[in-house]
Nanobody, 121 residues
Framework: QVQLVESGGGLVQPGGSLRLSCAAS????????VNWYRQAPGKERELVAT????????NYADSVKGRFTISRDNAKNTVYLQMNALKPEDTALYYC??????????????WGQGTQVTVSS
């Protein structure tokens, strides 16, 4: 079964750091682009970071540039989101996502359950 499982969230003080992990099973994660999204209460879902497989390029939301880093460990079939200098506005439920091929034109999105990040004093 294709599955993504996030971990690493929690409560952290402003200015602190967390590393989120997204472990994949049922497919080889390194073959696909990976996205991290977040959604805060009352706000739209936001694309935080993307890591491509074809080029290895990264892209970040303006709000997290210079503070967050997305990366892979292919041997562990896991992607990470390193979050530094956390701010209260980073508080959200964080999801990892990828899109798998199908026999049809559209792709199959795969989502994890999410991990909660709370930045508060």
């Amino acid at each position: 079964q294709v599955q993504l499982v996030e971990s690493g969230g929690g409560l952290v003080q402003p200015g602190g750091s967390l590393r989120l992990s997204c472990a994949a099973s049922g497919f080889t994660f390194s073959r696909y682009a990976v996205n991290w999204y977040r959604q805060a209460p009352g706000k739209e879902r936001e694309l935080v970071a993307t890591l491509t497989s074809t080029t290895g390029s990264t892209n970040y939301a303006d709000s997290v540039k210079g503070r967050f880093t997305i990366s892979r460990d292919n041997a562990k079939n896991t992607v990470y989101l390193q979050m530094n200098a956390l701010k209260p506005e980073d508080t959200a439920l964080y999801y990892c996502n990828t899109n798998l091929p199908t026999p049809y034109e559209t792709r199959k999105p795969v989502w994890g359950q999410g991990t909660q990040v709370t930045v508060s004093s």
